[in-house]
């Protein structure tokens, strides 16, 4: 969220819809209590801030009472002026702050001649434009009133309601109109502003609490600004339309209701309209998730056990010709299935039990780390001795809290592209489950796909009114906690027969990353609350990024063309439970980083990546370009450069700002696991059998470096 639309919030002590559109002007909608601000060009941050300050004085202050219908032109631009008053000392009183950046703000407007008063004769201006800009730019702008009008000024402080703004300019205008005809019977010299009263000066200075001060904190000088007027004004008072107006009116010529409006009020608005960027599309969007229980977008794990089974016991029954592909796939990775399960769960059982130790004693050591010793109010008599000394007799004792309950959630990529490194990845996979099992974790194993059935595709289902993102994308449940030990092997068992291969529903396609992500955010929170985690870990493994999706409504393209011209689009989503606002456009990297944001930020979660990828120069600064440097070719090849050299001397490289709390490069050559058999022989004595042993084991979880990499991330 822009920092500004923030304080809009803060200061009006709710939170408003803040809106930046392709508006003229900024504006306060009372009743739907929206702020609607335009994106402004060429507005410096004391501008707008002072903007902001006026339009939540409005939202603070103003109420529907203020609209009156059927009233003039002139009486609600007169109206304008009052309650701009009204509320901006309201505004002030209540956050003090705010007053400088009033008195920059209005300060800068003038400068840069906003009031359009540049070279006139003050004096000549109405009177609603003299109290404009008494009270917006300050007494010493050099505007002047007479006894007689001291009265407003007066009634113009104290006005406290909308009733009474309504009555002032009522009583305002029809003081105007009859000022008017007077002056149309003298010139303006015969005026005498020298009529005041030492209690009228004093009044002026300080009527409303008027800010007359420079950026500096002193007084400005009276005299240089009569100076400016009367020098300025000689050269370009013929050329001021009210001052033309005022002399040559004819007396049987009524005044019209413009030329009785505030004339500066009207140039503020005109200027401020001409800073807005009307050519930028500004959409904010809400979407909100349908329920995630017991949907059709989740394919549990006894249902792909069923499904999966069933094809295996029809190809194993049709022993006579394997003539489809997919049955010749299935035969060719059937014959050595049942020994590679076999000999796939004794070391993987051995890997699991010694980094299960390792889990244990990283939990006792932060568990420790964590221990408060203090006095438990016993006395310890083994120090009574020393009494004289010290004061420290008491008993101490050592509280260790409670071990956290961790979670996971794991999304597998099951796209084309993962086809040569799959059965290597799902293998570090299923350690990755059995760990969770023996370590009592909750834990979910998805894999993301583009759709289910290639003649079932659904839309995901973000908005009820059709106008969030669309796409389509399952979730298969590999693995899971609610699982029994029997299904934990028939799953093992399928999947080794790889099942992507010869499986047309469960082949591998496209790569629905940002809508799994999407869906996750309304599902994750059901996981945690369901098993009571304090610590969870999301965890997603991929070979490339996710495509984008799009809006119902096409608001992520980036322009959009008019008739007369191409509009730029900004759209932001905001989070229905934080009410967080997130910058989103048509880029799939850029959504990752999004929906990894609501996620991290609704949940308070760890979000971690792991990237397989070959540590090739094009691929490496392919994804560098892609995640984290969208622009900068040769940083792009320099982080690139680096991310080789670090993958060859660990294995692995850890890569900042991708939208992760942490994001892992796995080289596609090291994903796979060794199940090398244990060296023993009769003539090793019981120390060569240790070391042995040990170089084993180290080796079997170094090719699990999922696992690895894991048991320290939750630890």
């Known amino acids: 969220m822009n920092s500004r639309d923030l304080l809009a919030k803060l200061l009006a002590?709710?939170?408003?819809?803040?809106?930046?559109?392709?508006?003229?002007?900024?504006?306060?909608?009372?009743?739907?209590?929206?702020?609607?601000?335009?994106?402004?060009?060429e507005m410096t941050p004391a501008v707008e801030e002072m903007l902001i300050g006026h339009e939540v004085g409005h939202a603070i202050f103003t109420t529907n009472d203020y609209i009156k219908e059927g009233e003039s032109r002139a009486l609600h631009s007169y109206m304008n002026v009052i309650e701009d008053v009204r509320i901006e000392k309201k505004i002030k009183n209540k956050y003090p702050g705010l007053r400088s950046s009033f008195?920059?703000?209005?300060?800068?407007?003038?400068?840069?001649?906003?009031?359009?008063?540049?070279?006139?004769?003050?004096?000549?201006?109405?009177?609603?434009?003299?109290?404009?800009?008494?009270?917006?730019?300050?007494?010493?702008?050099?505007?002047?009133?007479?006894?007689?009008?001291?009265?407003?000024?007066?009634?113009?402080?104290?006005?406290?309601?909308?009733?009474?703004?309504?009555?002032?300019?009522?009583?305002?205008?029809?003081?105007?109109?009859?000022?008017?005809?007077?002056?149309?019977?003298?010139?303006?010299?015969?005026?005498?502003?020298?009529?005041?009263?030492?209690?009228?000066?004093?009044?002026?200075?300080?009527?409303?609490?008027?800010?007359?001060?420079?950026?500096?904190?002193?007084?400005?000088?009276?005299?240089?600004?009569?100076?400016?007027?009367?020098?300025?004004?000689?050269?370009?008072?013929?050329?001021?339309?009210?001052?033309?107006?005022?002399?040559n009116t004819s007396k049987s010529e009524p005044d019209t209701d413009q030329e009785?409006?505030?004339?500066?009020?009207?140039?503020?608005?005109?200027?401020?309209?001409?800073?807005?960027?009307?050519?930028?599309?500004?959409?904010?969007?809400?979407?909100?998730?349908?329920?995630?229980?017991?949907?059709?977008?989740i394919i549990g794990y006894k249902t792909i056990l069923s499904e999966l089974e069933s094809q295996?016991?029809?190809?194993?029954?049709?022993?006579?010709?394997?003539?489809?592909?997919?049955?010749?796939?299935?035969?060719?990775?059937?014959?050595?299935?049942?020994?590679d399960v076999t000999k796939f769960n004794s070391t993987a059982a051995r890997v699991v039990n010694y980094l299960l130790k390792e889990f244990e004693?990283?939990?006792?050591?932060?568990?420790?780390?964590?221990?408060?010793?203090?006095?438990?109010?016993?006395?310890?008599?083994?120090?009574?001795?020393?009494?004289?000394?010290?004061d420290d007799v008491f008993k101490r004792i050592t509280v260790v809290p409670d071990a956290k309950n961790h979670g996971m959630v794991f999304l597998l990529d099951w796209s084309g592209s993962?086809?040569?490194?799959?059965?290597?990845?799902?293998?570090?996979?299923?350690?990755?489950?059995?760990?969770?099992?023996?370590?009592q974790i909750p834990y979910q194993v998805f894999a993301f796909a583009s759709f289910y059935s290639h003649t079932s595709e659904r839309d995901l289902p973000i908005s009820e009114d059709y106008t969030g993102f669309v796409g389509n994308f399952s979730l298969f449940e590999l693995y899971s906690s609610k699982m029994t030990k029997v299904e934990f092997t028939r799953m093992t068992a399928v999947l080794f027969n790889r099942p992507w291969l010869w499986s047309e529903k469960y082949s591998l396609q496209a790569t629905p990353l940002n809508e799994g992500l999407c869906f996750m955010t309304n599902y994750l929170g059901e996981f945690i609350k369901k098993n009571n985690l304090e610590k969870t870990t999301f965890i997603t493994l991929t070979d490339g990024e996710g495509h984008s999706i799009t809006a119902a409504n096409g608001t992520l393209r980036s322009y959009t063309y008019q008739r007369d011209k191409t509009v730029r689009n900004i759209t932001y989503i905001r989070d229905p439970i934080t009410r967080r606002e997130y910058p989103i456009n048509g880029n799939g990297p850029s959504q990752?980083?999004?929906?990894?944001?609501?996620?991290?930020?609704?949940?308070?979660?760890?979000?971690?990546?792991?990237?397989?990828?070959?540590?090739?120069?094009?691929?490496?600064?392919q994804f560098v370009r892609a995640n984290v440097l969208t622009e900068n070719e040769l940083g792009a090849s320099s982080m690139a450069k680096d991310l080789k050299q670090k993958m060859r001397e660990q294995n692995f490289a850890l890569v900042p700002n991708t939208g992760r709390d942490e994001m892992y490069l796995i080289p596609s050559s090291?994903?796979?696991?060794?199940?090398?058999?244990?060296?023993?022989?009769?003539?090793?004595?019981?120390?060569?059998?240790?070391?042995?042993?040990?170089?084993?084991?180290d080796v079997q979880k170094t090719s699990r470096v999922l696992l690895s990499r894991f048991i320290k991330l939750i630890a």
Not at 134 to 159: A, S
Not at 363 to 383: F, L, M, N, P, Q
Not at 670 to 697: G, H, P
């Open 260 to 297: 009785l409006e505030s004339r500066t009020e009207r140039s503020l608005r005109n200027r401020l309209d001409a800073l807005a960027d009307t050519d930028t599309n500004v959409t904010i969007l809400t979407p909100e998730l349908k329920s995630t229980s017991n949907n059709e977008y």
């Open 592 to 621: 990752t980083k999004t929906f990894l944001s609501i996620i991290k930020d609704r949940y308070n979660i760890k979000t971690v990546g792991f990237h397989v990828i070959r540590n090739s120069t094009n691929d490496m600064t």
């Open 13 to 41: 002590n709710e939170n408003l819809n803040i809106v930046r559109a392709p508006v003229s002007t900024a504006s306060m909608d009372i009743r739907s209590r929206t702020l609607t601000l335009p994106q402004w060009k």
């Open 670 to 697: 090291k994903i796979a696991v060794v199940d090398d058999a244990l060296k023993v022989t009769t003539e090793m004595n019981s120390r060569q059998i240790a070391k042995q042993f040990t170089k084993f084991l």
């Open 312 to 339: 295996i016991k029809v190809y194993e029954t049709n022993t006579q010709n394997y003539t489809s592909y997919e049955e010749r796939q299935y035969l060719h990775y059937k014959a050595k299935t049942d020994l």
């Open 103 to 247: 008195i920059k703000g209005y300060k800068e407007l003038n400068d840069r001649d906003f009031f359009e008063i540049r070279g006139l004769d003050l004096t000549g201006l109405l009177l609603i434009d003299r109290i404009n800009l008494y009270y917006k730019v300050g007494f010493n702008c050099g505007v002047k009133f007479t006894p007689v009008e001291m009265e407003f000024i007066r009634r113009t402080d104290k006005c406290d309601t909308i009733n009474d703004v309504y009555l002032l300019a009522k009583d305002l205008l029809e003081f105007t109109k009859q000022d008017r005809e007077t002056k149309k019977q003298l010139t303006l010299s015969d005026l005498n502003f020298d009529e005041l009263t030492d209690e009228d000066i004093e009044d002026m200075k300080n009527a409303g609490d008027v800010d007359g001060y420079d950026d500096d904190g002193d007084e400005d000088s009276d005299e240089e600004s009569d100076n400016n007027s009367d020098s300025e004004s000689d050269s370009e008072e013929t050329e001021s339309p009210d001052n033309s107006t005022d002399n």
């Open 361 to 390: 004693m990283k939990k006792s050591a932060t568990s420790y780390k964590r221990s408060k010793t203090s006095k438990s109010g016993e006395i310890d008599v083994k120090k009574l001795y020393a009494f004289k000394l010290t």
């Open 418 to 439: 993962m086809s040569e490194v799959m059965f290597d990845t799902v293998k570090q996979v299923i350690t990755l489950a059995m760990f969770c099992s023996r370590a």
